[in-house]
């Protein structure tokens, strides 16, 4: 059973960063694709940011050029850094892995079988 722990969330003023951190029991990471989710308040759950096993990165709109996804194979370790957040970016975010093709972005929540726990962001304004 692959597990997927978040770190790195927590209260942040408007303009602020974080990084999130998501360690995987998975070895190498290289080999799977992987997300960041998140979810509002009665919201559904969105995705962030993939990247596929080739490395391949896909973003959301609303934060290309704010967020960068990346991982470190030899920590097993994916990251999201989080620059000029905005309050609409708080929510809860998750972390997502699964097995994919080094070309193909897994976007949606129902791709991806393995899931962290979840990590609270709140942007203040």
């Known amino acids: 059973q692959v597990q997927l722990v978040e770190s790195g969330g927590g209260l942040v003023q408007a303009g602020g960063s974080l990084r999130l951190s998501c360690a995987a029991s998975?070895?190498?990471?290289?080999?799977?694709?992987m997300g960041w989710f998140h979810q509002a308040p009665g919201k559904q759950r969105e995705l962030v940011a993939a990247i596929t096993s080739g490395g391949n990165t896909v973003y959301t709109d609303s934060v290309r050029g704010r967020f960068t996804i990346s991982r470190d194979n030899a920590k097993s370790t994916m990251y999201l850094q989080m620059n000029s957040l905005k309050p609409e970016d708080t929510a809860v975010y998750y972390c997502a892995l699964a097995r994919g093709s080094a070309n193909t972005y897994l976007t949606r929540v129902d791709q991806y079988p393995y899931w962290g726990q979840g990590t609270q962001v709140t942007v203040s304004s």
């Open positions: 998975a070895r190498p990471i290289s080999d799977y694709n």
